[in-house]
């Protein structure tokens, strides 16, 4: 089965790893996003020697973002970024394996990305079945 794990993070949270001033969250260091980099490698290598991994993005900070919506039959765009307590979609895997307690696993195993401080104490992964077919939509 595949599965979907999808992280999740603020303008606000971008800013902070792009080491500017992020409203009380420590600005990441050079060293910072070295450990980061290296820990997500190990761990993507990990997953794609087990046969797990099937892809991984991260993507770029909300202030480009476009949404496109509809109002009253015509479409609008809003462009980023949001109000920073507004939380977007950072990244994710995709990943094929034997159930979702071991999606589960590796999730818990992507939350122990090293950071600086405790401002990312919090964060949390969702993961999602990926539907092949109608009949796997779970309705």
Partial sequence: MKYMILSYA??????????KDADGLPAWTQEDMTAMGEFMTTVNKELEEAGELVETRGLAAPVHTRRVGARDGQAF?????????????????IVE?????????????LGQCPYPGNAYDNAYADIRPIAESADDMGF
Wanted: charged residues 30%; negative net charge.
């Fill in 77 to 93: 765009v809003t462009d980023g970024p949001y109000a920073e307590t507004q939380e977007v979609l950072a990244g994710y895997w």
């Fill in 10 to 19: 603020s303008q606000r949270d971008y800013d902070s790893m792009s080491g």
């Fill in 97 to 109: 394996c034997d159930g979702i307690d071991r999606a589960t696993e590796i999730a818990a195993r």
